[in-house]
């Protein structure tokens, strides 16, 4: 031990404040005044004081961020305060939009204070709660009103600060933001899980989401997760010291919670166009984490109070989103994937491509349709669009750019996989595999029928199902139940222990309700939706099989082409089969009462609204379910109405609810409400 300390308690303390103020100037202040060295032998010295002399180990000292690892499932957590998701402006029209109706519904003061503009780093929601200043619980957002438990994981983020710099600071607060993986860190992390075989994470988000879930902290430690603070919730008894959201943001700073660097306090919606202009266009490429648009927000809180939320969103804020990422690359070639209804895809490969942070060597093309539309060519160079999540799309070639090397293409006659005549679906512009017994579909067919939205096998990887077909231990679903221990164990990479899991996985499957069982066997026309409408009306599913085109279509919400498909699926011999080895492997045919009445009541004396084009569901089935479910569906937004219902393309509806504050939602949250999603209804 040093000299210049003898008392170890005193030493300890020093080295804590030491430790402290280095993190402070490394990760929030940016600007490191010890080497990494200095840091770990200061960091290292405390440890053997500590393992000395037990005594003097606090909760909050910078040694005790890695805590022991959990047993079975994070805890859930309630929320203080339900934590909020934003609504989104797609350009400048709709910011200013969001801005008059802060001004109709809160007067001339909700601008008249600016607006304070922060990036919206794309993360991971979490929630910090200090007690009397000290780090006591982290929670995700989970659903915004109930989150779970990850506060050993978050004590190991380094600008999470274990006790908050203050000498006064409240009595109870949560400290709301964003955890986040930079890029190098990302990077680093999927090098590491290709050298040792895992699967890589495909975003930055993904893996700062999953890293903040782990059960043991030192899987989250070696992460490198961060943090940044950007709002705080707390009982109405708590004073804080702050009256707008640029003051909060230095407050938190203040007590050693990272923020924003580049928050941007603006006098008029006009220099918030303009920063929007400089961070889409310049700052974002220069930054070491994903952000997807900038949040502008009311300054002053109590404006903020008196404007509240409409449902999930603040009207005080909104998320000016950026355009999609357009890239140009040059396409390699056109290649098929052939579905489990037999429809042959055809998708691109790139020449590897750098959009919004991600590499993008694959892209859809939809249908052959669109390439003979666009005459696109291979060989061509082409535009590619990414926008978040979804699959990137090639927009189309740049004809001005060839030089004569391009080549037509054309849809093979034959099904790539194996090899059957191809045939021409007339009414979809689509060309299928008429062979049930092709490979390709047998594959993909499997892995429709184990997916989460349909029997939810855990387990079954798309790997492991290529593997069963071919050590030929299954064909078709009902094959799966066959499955023994023994034989699984003997595959390739298959623990005992895995294929143990794998084989209870398989046993809970059998008693899935009805619907996901419709789901998973993959009948065209048939996806969650429909499955819910008929499993709900037939109950079991001989009734359903032994159903006319008429019997069907006395279902609200179904059409002829989902009666006409159902039908002609059950006259066929190889699904009779089916039916059969599935009902013998003692698979459930019935839709539970349990999860029909858990909806029955649930919009019961509710007014609902559906405007746009929802996913999954047609119009009249959506109004089946809510009406199902004692709910009421009106065609005109008002004071009244209880909800909207969102999809794609809505229009003035979607305006009039949000001038009236009423609550909006999407389809998936209209089927947790009727107790019809894939988590409620087990
Ligand atoms: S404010 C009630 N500020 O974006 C206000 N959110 O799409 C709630 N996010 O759930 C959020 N950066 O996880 C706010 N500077 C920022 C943000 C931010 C990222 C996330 C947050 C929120 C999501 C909504």
Same mark, same amino acid.
């Given at each position: 031990?040093?000299?210049?300390s003898?008392?170890?308690?005193?030493?300890?303390?020093?080295?804590?404040?030491?430790?402290?103020?280095?993190?402070?100037?490394?990760?929030?202040?940016?600007q490191?005044?010890?080497?990494?060295?200095?840091?770990?032998?200061?960091?290292?010295?405390?440890?053997?004081?500590?393992?000395?002399?037990?005594?003097?180990?606090?909760?909050?000292?910078?040694?005790q961020r890695i805590?022991?690892p959990l047993?079975?499932?994070?805890?859930?957590?309630e929320?203080?305060?339900?934590?909020?998701?934003?609504?989104?402006?797609?350009?400048d029209?709709?910011?200013?939009?969001w801005?008059?109706?802060?001004?109709?519904?809160?007067?001339?003061?909700?601008?008249?204070?600016?607006?304070?503009?922060?990036?919206?780093?794309?993360?991971?929601?979490?929630?910090?709660?200090?007690?009397?200043?000290?780090?006591?619980?982290?929670?995700?957002?989970?659903?915004?009103?109930?989150?779970?438990?990850?506060?050993?994981?978050?004590?190991?983020?380094?600008?999470?600060?274990?006790?908050l710099?203050?000498?006064?600071?409240?009595?109870?607060?949560?400290?709301r933001?964003?955890?986040y993986?930079?890029?190098?860190?990302?990077?680093?992390?999927n090098?590491q899980?290709?050298?040792?075989g895992?699967?890589?994470?495909?975003?930055?988000?993904?893996?700062?989401?999953?890293?903040?879930?782990?059960?043991?902290?030192?899987?989250?430690?070696q992460?490198r997760?961060?943090?940044?603070?950007?709002?705080?919730a707390?009982?109405?008894?708590?004073?804080?010291?702050?009256?707008?959201?640029?003051?909060?943001?230095?407050?938190?700073?203040?007590?050693?919670?990272?923020?924003?660097?580049?928050?941007?306090?603006?006098?008029?919606l006009?220099?918030?166009?303009?920063?929007?202009?400089?961070?889409?266009h310049t700052?974002?490429?220069?930054l070491n984490?994903?952000?997807?648009?900038?949040?502008?927000?009311?300054?002053?809180?109590?404006?903020?109070? %008196?404007?509240?939320?409409? +449902? !999930?969103? =603040? *009207?005080?804020?909104?998320?000016?989103?950026?355009?999609? $990422?357009? &890239?140009?690359?040059?396409?390699?070639?056109?290649?098929?994937?052939?579905?489990?209804?037999?429809?042959l895809?055809?998708y691109?490969?790139?020449?590897?491509?750098?959009?919004?942070?991600?590499?993008?060597?694959?892209?859809?093309?939809?249908?052959?349709?669109?390439?003979?539309d666009?005459?696109?060519r291979?060989?061509?160079?082409?535009?590619?669009?990414?926008a978040?999540e979804?699959?990137?799309?090639?927009?189309?070639?740049?004809p001005?750019?060839?030089?004569?090397?391009?080549r %037509?293409?054309a849809?093979? +006659? !034959?099904? =790539? *996989?194996c090899?059957t005549?191809?045939?021409?679906?007339? $009414?979809q &512009?689509?060309v299928?595999?008429?062979?049930?017994?092709?490979?390709?579909?047998?594959?993909?067919g499997?892995?429709?029928?184990?997916?989460?939205?349909?029997?939810?096998i855990?387990?079954?990887?798309?790997?492991?199902i290529?593997?069963?077909?071919?050590?030929?231990?299954v064909?078709?679903?009902?094959?799966i139940?066959?499955?023994?221990?023994?034989q699984?164990?003997?595959?390739?990479?298959?623990?005992?222990?895995?294929?143990?899991n794998?084989?209870?996985?398989?046993?809970?499957?059998?008693?899935?309700?009805?619907?996901r069982?419709?789901n998973?066997l993959?009948?065209?026309?048939?996806?969650t939706g429909? &499955?819910q409408?008929?499993a709900?009306?037939?109950?079991?599913?001989?009734t359903?099989?032994?159903?006319?085109?008429?019997?069907?279509?006395?279902v609200?919400?179904?059409?002829?082409?989902?009666?006409h498909?159902?039908?002609?699926?059950?006259?066929?011999?190889?699904?009779?089969?089916?039916?059969?080895?599935?009902?013998?492997?003692?698979?459930?045919?019935?839709e539970?009462?349990?999860?029909?009445?858990?909806?029955?009541?649930?919009?019961?004396?509710?007014?609902?609204?559906?405007?746009?084009?929802?996913p999954?569901?047609?119009r009249?089935?959506?109004?089946?379910?809510?009406?199902?479910?004692?709910g009421?569906?009106?065609s005109?937004v008002?004071?009244?109405?209880?909800?909207?219902?969102?999809?794609?393309?809505?229009?003035?509806?979607?305006?009039?609810?949000?001038?009236?504050?009423?609550?909006?939602?999407?389809e998936?949250?209209?089927l947790?409400?009727?107790g019809?999603?894939?988590?409620?209804?087990?």
């Amino acid at each position: 031990m040093p000299s210049d300390s003898p008392d170890p308690a005193l030493r300890a303390l020093e080295l804590r404040r030491l430790i402290e103020r280095a993190n402070y100037q490394y990760y929030i202040q940016d600007q490191p005044e010890i080497s990494d060295l200095e840091y770990d032998r200061l960091l290292r010295e405390l440890q053997e004081i500590e393992e000395a002399h037990p005594e003097l180990r606090t909760s909050d000292s910078p040694t005790q961020r890695i805590g022991a690892p959990l047993q079975g499932r994070l805890p859930k957590v309630e929320h203080l305060v339900p934590m909020l998701s934003l609504d989104n402006a797609f350009n400048d029209d709709e910011l200013r939009e969001w801005a008059a109706r802060t001004v109709r519904l809160a007067g001339e003061d909700a601008q008249r204070a600016g607006y304070t503009a922060e990036l919206k780093i794309d993360g991971s929601a979490v929630g910090l709660t200090y007690e009397r200043g000290v780090f006591v619980r982290g929670a995700t957002r989970g659903n915004g009103t109930v989150g779970e438990e990850v506060t050993l994981n978050l004590r190991t983020v380094h600008d999470v600060p274990l006790r908050l710099n203050t000498p006064n600071p409240p009595e109870l607060v949560e400290i709301r933001g964003e955890c986040y993986m930079p890029f190098d860190s990302f990077e680093q992390l999927n090098d590491q899980r290709r050298r040792d075989g895992e699967p890589v994470f495909a975003n930055p988000r993904n893996s700062a989401a999953g890293s903040l879930r782990q059960l043991d902290p030192l899987v989250t430690a070696q992460r490198r997760l961060r943090f940044f603070g950007f709002s705080v919730a707390a009982p109405p008894d708590v004073r804080l010291p702050f009256t707008t959201q640029w003051e909060l943001l230095d407050t938190l700073h203040s007590w050693g919670i990272a923020i924003d660097p580049h928050r941007r306090a603006c006098a008029t919606l006009d220099d918030v166009i303009e920063f929007v202009r400089t961070v889409e266009h310049t700052l974002r490429a220069e930054l070491n984490f994903g952000i997807d648009g900038v949040v502008v927000k009311v300054n002053p809180l109590a404006i903020q109070e %008196e404007l509240g939320d409409a +449902g !999930r969103e =603040p *009207r005080w804020a909104i998320a000016r989103k950026f355009a999609p $990422d357009i &890239a140009v690359t040059r396409l390699l070639s056109i290649e098929i994937n052939v579905g489990r209804t037999g429809a042959l895809n055809p998708y691109a490969r790139l020449e590897p491509v750098e959009i919004g942070g991600a590499m993008v060597k694959l892209a859809t093309l939809h249908n052959e349709k669109l390439i003979r539309d666009r005459d696109l060519r291979v060989g061509d160079w082409v535009q590619v669009k990414r926008a978040g999540e979804v699959i990137p799309q090639v927009i189309g070639p740049l004809p001005e750019r060839r030089d004569g090397t391009e080549r %037509e293409w054309a849809m093979p +006659g !034959r099904c =790539p *996989r194996c090899d059957t005549p191809v045939e021409r679906d007339l $009414d979809q &512009a689509a060309v299928y595999c008429p062979n049930v017994a092709c490979p390709a579909r047998q594959l993909e067919g499997l892995v429709h029928f184990v997916s989460r939205s349909a029997m939810d096998i855990r387990g079954l990887s798309y790997a492991r199902i290529q593997q069963l077909l071919d050590a030929g231990m299954v064909r078709d679903p009902a094959d799966i139940f066959a499955l023994r221990a023994e034989q699984v164990a003997s595959l390739e990479r298959f623990a005992d222990k895995s294929a143990e899991n794998l084989l209870d996985a398989i046993a809970a499957a059998k008693q899935q309700p009805l619907w996901r069982l419709l789901n998973g066997l993959g009948i065209r026309h048939v996806g969650t939706g429909a &499955a819910q409408l008929l499993a709900r009306h037939f109950e079991t599913l001989e009734t359903l099989a032994g159903a006319t085109e008429e019997d069907i279509l006395a279902v609200r919400g179904v059409g002829g082409i989902i009666a006409h498909s159902v039908v002609s699926y059950f006259a066929n011999e190889t699904t009779k089969t089916l039916i059969e080895k599935l009902r013998a492997h003692g698979v459930n045919f019935t839709e539970p009462v349990v999860h029909r009445t858990n909806g029955r009541s649930s919009l019961s004396g509710k007014t609902v609204v559906i405007t746009g084009t929802l996913p999954t569901l047609s119009r009249t089935a959506a109004t089946e379910l809510i009406e199902g479910a004692g709910g009421h569906v009106t065609s005109g937004v008002s004071k009244s109405t209880s909800f909207v219902v969102v999809g794609a393309d809505a229009g003035s509806k979607l305006e009039t609810a949000r001038k009236l504050g009423i609550e909006t939602i999407d389809e998936a949250e209209l089927l947790r409400r009727v107790g019809l999603d894939s988590k409620n209804s087990e």
